[in-house]
């Protein structure tokens, strides 16, 4: 079964500063990786997503992921944080190819940008 | 590109009642995916639909819920004899294949009376 941990409930950080939200997964064989950013009241948004190639992926609003296969992690990062970034993450992950299609999401971490 | 649409966005009713939402998917997309999530929580899988044909559903999920995709382009979801612990947000999301990033509506707030 797959399964995804996010350790951090909220992740606080000054507005400008160098963001990083944690993420770690567990899935058979190679991992299709993803982020989503959700507002209130709102739906989740496409961030950003892994699937092979280059271990640093680039994504929507300035944000970045970091694979570490050996870690089986996929942290997000932002160099410069805004207020606005302010919101609720979540990393999702399924199997590259077999088993199902439908990914799993962690349980979401809150991102609070202070000015 | 629309969007995924789902209505209502907010449905208040008492238990025991009967409940239908809808969601009408980007119009090329024939995946359709139904979430729960509750608070503090991320998005839980409910059923998933290519086309018309329902080809997952979890093991979780009760025999009061059911959903349908008649055409293979809008969707219903169906909650019968409603439960305090249905209250939730019930997201549809939507794909055009299985490697492409879902689409999310804004979700259907339930809160049960």
């Known amino acids: 079964a797959q399964s995804v941990a996010q350790p951090e409930d909220q992740v606080n950080v000054a507005e400008g500063n160098p963001l990083t939200v944690k993420c770690t997964y567990s899935?058979?064989?190679?991992?299709?990786l993803f982020w989503y950013v959700q507002y209130p009241n709102r739906g989740l948004q496409f961030l950003l997503k892994?699937?092979?190639?280059?271990?640093l992926v680039k994504g929507s609003y300035g944000f970045e992921a970091e694979f570490n296969k050996s870690q089986t992690s996929f942290h997000l990062k932002k160099p410069s944080a805004l207020v606005s970034d302010s919101a609720l993450y979540f990393c999702?992950?399924?199997?590259?190819?077999?088993?199902?299609?439908?990914?799993?999401f962690g349980r979401g971490t809150s991102l609070i940008v202070h000015p | 590109d629309t969007g995924v649409s789902q209505d209502p966005r907010h449905k208040i009713t008492k238990r025991g009642q009967n409940v239908t939402f809808r969601c009408d998917p980007i119009s090329e997309h024939n995946r359709l995916y139904w979430y729960r999530q509750t608070l503090g929580q991320g998005p839980e899988f409910l059923t998933y639909f290519q086309n018309e044909a329902q080809l997952e559903k979890s093991r979780l999920l009760s025999d009061r819920f059911s959903a349908e995709r008649p055409k293979g382009s809008f969707s219903t979801l169906e909650i019968q004899r409603t439960e305090q612990g249905d209250s939730a947000m019930y997201l549809c999301?939507?794909?055009?294949?299985?490697?492409?990033?879902?689409?999310f509506g804004d979700g259907t707030r339930l809160s049960i009376l």
């Open positions: 999702a992950v399924r199997p590259l190819s077999g088993g199902s299609y439908i990914p799993t």
């Open positions: 892994y699937i092979t190639g280059d271990n």
């Open positions: 899935v058979s064989g190679n991992p299709y």
């Open positions: 999301a939507s794909s055009s294949y299985d490697n492409q990033p879902q689409h």
